[in-house]
């Protein structure tokens, strides 16, 4: 496997329902990110991590739980979603978090739909 | 608080023509600037990353600009080609990253 991997591609959970994504890199990199894509908004930044430690928590509700068990794993643990949750999750890594070695490297993303 | 705007948010060119797509930002004190496609229901692909220090990139066809005093990337695209349609974003770090929506990019064979 090389770049970013993000299993499932595809999710339907009901609200009441425990999931997680899961997201890897292959590219040696200290920094990866969790992102948020809905129809007709901006990329919205959830999380970074910073060689494990998270670094930015962009006001996302508890209800997403991020969890970085090492510089090339990351997960988000999913827990009574809303319908309006629905959306294309996008995992991204870099060198690092900030400054100038931060070109972003992105997963496929994990369509996830909100029964 | 930065602000990224793309316009047009969509464009249709004939093929074999050479365009250009803007981005505009509020807040010039940024690290860099990250040009990315996206295709439908698909991850980003990276372009081009131009550092704050620099004025523009070049990647093949494809060529980017920065000039940051008047807060505004340009990406210049040759020679179009249908596989080039898809949705164009830009992205840049101040102390967060903040992306513009993109442009639609469909190019008519």
């Known amino acids: 496997e090389t770049g970013v991997t993000q299993t499932p591609r595809h999710l339907v959970m009901g609200m009441t329902n425990k999931k997680s994504l899961k997201c890897e890199q292959h590219?040696?990199?200290?920094?990866m990110y969790w992102y948020k894509q809905s129809a007709k908004k901006p990329l919205e930044l959830m999380f970074v991590?910073?060689?494990?430690?998270?670094?930015e928590n962009n006001s996302v509700p508890s209800r997403f739980s991020p969890e970085c068990p090492n510089s090339s794993h990351l997960f988000l643990h999913l827990h009574t979603l809303q319908p309006e949750d629905s959306a294309l999750y996008l995992c991204?890594?870099?060198?690092?978090?900030?400054?100038?070695?931060?070109?972003?490297?992105f997963g496929p993303g994990t369509r996830l739909t909100v029964l | 608080k930065q602000e990224v705007t793309q316009i047009p948010a969509a464009l249709s060119v004939p093929e074999g023509e050479n365009l250009v797509l803007n981005c505009s930002f509020t807040?010039?004190?940024?690290?860099?600037l990250q040009w990315f496609r996206q295709d439908p229901g698909k991850g980003l692909t990276s372009l081009l990353l131009?550092?704050?220090?620099?004025r523009e990139q070049t990647s093949g066809r494809l060529n980017a600009s920065l000039d940051k005093s008047s807060g505004r990337s340009t990406l210049y695209i040759a020679a179009s080609q249908p596989g080039d349609s898809a949705t164009y974003l830009c992205?840049?770090?101040?102390?967060?990253?903040?992306f513009g929506k993109g442009t639609r990019l469909h190019i008519l064979p």
């Open positions: 590219l040696g990199h200290n920094a």
């Open positions: 131009i550092q704050s220090s620099q």
């Open positions: 807040d010039s004190a940024i690290y860099n």
């Open positions: 992205a840049v770090w101040n102390d967060k990253i903040i």
């Open positions: 991590y910073n060689f494990k430690e998270q670094t």
């Open positions: 991204a890594s870099s060198g690092l978090a900030g400054g100038w070695n931060n070109e972003q490297f």
